[in-house]
């Protein structure tokens, strides 16, 4: 994980290596059934150019600007709960015979609460696929208070 603020912005950038082959993890992330073994509260994807990301209860979130299947997204940032305009570019790279990197960079994030909010976020996406693999025990998100605060 990297703190990086450029021009007044925040930037996420996370890295994970699962010992998964590269067609598990994928399938494990674009297939809706298996997906909402470990992604709750579950979120329903267009897996398309122009595509777009909801929330259970069918708020957008975020934009496909570009969609490689099982290689790279590009995403245009939209949800209301955050400042609008940054730009995610997630992308799951082979790492071996039976490894899957999953490289994760959150650009142009206005707000530091926005950035605490949205690394929570990915780092516990990112923590819930892996746990799927390694565990048999469901990775809650709690949404955390991120500055500590009762």
């Known amino acids: 994980m990297a703190f ?4 007044s912005t925040y930037c996420v950038a996370l890295r994970r290596t699962l010992r ?15 997906r909402a073994l470990w992604l709750d509260p579950p979120l329903r994807f267009e897996w398309t150019q122009g595509g777009r990301i ?13 969609y490689v299947p099982r290689q790279r ?13 940054s730009k995610v570019v997630v992308e799951i ?20 609460k926005d950035y605490h909010e949205l690394t ?3 780092l516990w996406f990112l923590d819930s696929l892996e746990r799927y693999f390694t565990s048999d025990k469901y990775l809650e ?10």
């Open 54 to 66: 909801y929330t259970n209860d069918g708020m957008p979130i975020a934009e496909f600007i570009e």
């Open 120 to 122: 929570a976020g990915w």
């Open 141 to 150: 998100y709690d949404y955390p208070d991120v500055y500590g605060k009762a």
């Open 4 to 7: 990086v603020s450029y021009n």
């Open 20 to 34: 998964v082959p590269i067609e598990r993890v994928c399938r494990a992330i674009e297939t809706e059934a298996e």
């Open 73 to 85: 997204w590009v995403l245009r940032w939209i949800s209301p709960l955050n400042s609008t305009g």
């Open 93 to 112: 790279v082979r790492a071996g015979r039976s490894s899957t990197r999953i490289v994760l960079r959150h650009w142009h994030i206005k707000t530091k």
